[in-house]
């Protein structure tokens, strides 16, 4: 006996009427007539006393009319309890990310999902995507925003509408903050700071081509904030993804584009049939419908 059918009775029993009934419950009349009749065969007796203006209930009509009260009071209540305990959701999502440009997205997603669960905590883990993606791996991470090229064949992912604009960072006296962009050339015979990440540096070898064994690399890094200190006594040039640089003092640290220019893309990516949490569920879902993410 379904939910659905038992409001069907109630509507009838209420009304007395099974024109009026249907019209309430925007059904046609033979439909309700049907659903009714199928009921009554189904439990094995008569509802209703058919005949004269009104419906009549009979006396199995009354007690299930009791007891279908009962039943859709406590599905109702039942619905209600589970709507606010959708409110009630919290607990902590980590996302990790690197010092990339995709991060901008990332507030007014938290801000829309926080005006839903106001209770929700976030962890912020800044790495690169190498070692976000191991914790990921571990468990550790819930989320990730991955700078590409990284292999996401176990995880689901949304690439991110954002180019990440590859730079070179050098004293703000340096000769070549003179120039509007850096080419290969420029850089030949330079001490310079590569990111640490391998697959990073292959896309860079590919860039400067014949060039790039010509170059001197002083230092490695995983983060463009340390790389930067460096740079700024002088150490070396340091190329990196832009990212978060417009934030930072030019008067301290100027960056120059590469040219031709090179750029990358991100992911915002999650383990495939991975148990996540309610909380950290409900936040991949509204990732895949909100606006400018989502509905790429």
Avoid at 257 to 282: G, H, I, N
């Amino acid at each position: 006996m379904e939910v659905r059918v038992l409001r069907y009775f109630l509507a009838v029993a209420r009304e007395e009427s099974i024109t009026r009934a249907a019209e309430l419950l925007h059904i046609t009349q033979p439909t309700l007539s049907r659903q009714l009749a199928q009921m009554e065969e189904e439990i094995g007796v008569r509802l209703f006393k058919r005949g004269g203006r009104k419906i009549i209930l009979t006396n199995e009509g009354i007690l299930l009319r009791r007891r279908a009260e009962e039943i859709v009071a406590l599905v109702d209540k039942t619905e209600q309890e589970l709507s606010q305990q959708e409110e009630l959701i919290d607990g902590k999502i980590v996302i990790g990310s690197g010092e990339i440009a995709a991060v901008k997205l990332l507030p007014d997603l938290f801000v829309s999902f926080s005006q839903k669960y106001p209770l929700v905590r976030y962890d912020l883990v800044t790495a690169t995507a190498d070692l976000v993606r191991e914790q990921m791996d571990k468990g550790l991470i819930d989320l990730g925003l991955l700078l590409e090229p990284i292999d996401v064949e176990k995880y689901d992912f949304i690439r991110m509408p954002v180019r990440e604009r590859w730079v070179v960072l050098m004293k703000p006296d340096d000769p070549l903050a003179a120039k509007q962009a850096v080419n290969a050339l420029d850089l030949v015979g330079q001490s310079v700071i590569l990111p640490r990440r391998l697959n990073v540096q292959n896309e860079l070898a590919s860039w400067f081509g014949d060039s790039f064994t010509k170059l001197q690399v002083l230092f490695t890094s995983n983060l463009s904030t340390n790389a930067a200190m460096m740079v700024q006594k002088g150490l070396a040039y340091s190329i990196v993804i832009e990212g978060a640089i417009p934030f930072w003092d030019p008067k301290k640290i100027a960056r120059r584009p590469l040219s031709p220019e090179l750029t990358a893309t991100s992911v915002l990516a999650w383990r495939k049939q991975q148990p996540f949490s309610l909380t950290v569920t409900r936040f991949i879902e509204h990732i895949k419908c909100f606006p400018g993410i989502g509905r790429l």
